[in-house]
């Protein structure tokens, strides 16, 4: 089964602190994503990631930046937190394949449900 | 105009009921549909794919149509695991690093009851 972990479930912190969350997965996926989904709104892409040290913007990059120095890790960096970057955040990875639908299964982290105060 | 876009429901309904959820979308070069399923504070994971042709998966099944660019989710036979937020997934992408770059409608939620 293909394991995609968030190091954190639960975070809380203050306005103007710089956040990391991590995110792992363990099977040699290339393509990394990163979401916040928020009531009403649903899934939205912050950032994603095709290869190590690739990244490309999603729909809504601004306040936030990525790193991918290693193919299992991709993280995603709130340099100055602000409130409304309160939200559940989700990691995903992509698990590729042959065939054209295959590429398009995402495999889901367990979300880090951030709070900033 | 959202990209992909839901009903948001509430849908409640009795067990054993048919619903049916429709998803609409504006790209119309998108390649591929998905319909996920959300459990309460949990992640999104696939609940199946969506073919051209139609698709079926036990009580479940998913219809595309291209011309109108809609969407559709049949749950027939509804048990109260059912209970979710069902999630309409579009994939625009035409290839090269577009592959995998989803699109989420906003989720219908559904509730079961007994």
């Known amino acids: 089964d293909v394991k995609v972990t968030q190091s954190s479930r639960y975070l809380v912190k203050r306005t103007g602190e710089k956040v990391f969350l991590e995110c792992v997965q363990d099977?040699?996926?290339?393509?990394m994503f990163w979401y916040r989904q928020d009531p009403g709104l649903g899934l939205r892409l912050i950032y994603f990631?095709?290869?190590?040290?690739?990244?490309e913007k999603g729909d809504i990059p601004e306040g936030y930046s990525v790193s991918r120095e290693k193919k299992e890790r991709f993280s995603l960096i709130l340099e100055s937190a602000s409130t409304n970057q309160t939200s559940m955040y989700l990691c995903a990875s992509l698990q590729g394949g042959g065939s054209k639908v295959a590429k398009n299964i995402q495999y889901f982290g367990a979300g880090t449900r951030l709070s900033v105060l | 105009r959202k990209e992909v876009e839901q009903d948001p429901g509430p849908f409640n309904v009795p067990e054993g009921a048919t619903v049916a959820f429709n998803c609409t979308y504006s790209n119309s070069a998108s390649q591929s549909f998905f319909w996920y399923r959300q459990d309460c504070r949990k992640e999104p994971k696939l609940l199946m794919s969506?073919?051209?042709s139609g698709n079926e998966d036990g009580r479940f099944t998913a219809q595309l149509n291209r011309a109108s660019q809609y969407i559709s989710l049949l749950i027939r036979d509804s048990k109260l695991s059912d209970s979710a937020t069902y999630l309409c997934?579009?994939?625009?992408?035409?290839?090269?690093?577009?592959?995998?770059?989803?699109?989420f409608g906003q989720g219908t939620i559904l509730t079961v009851h007994p």
């Open positions: 969506v073919y051209s």
């Open positions: 099977m040699d996926h290339e393509n």
């Open positions: 990631s095709y290869d190590v040290k690739m990244k």
């Open positions: 997934v579009v994939n625009a992408g035409a290839g090269g690093t577009s592959y995998g770059k989803l699109t």
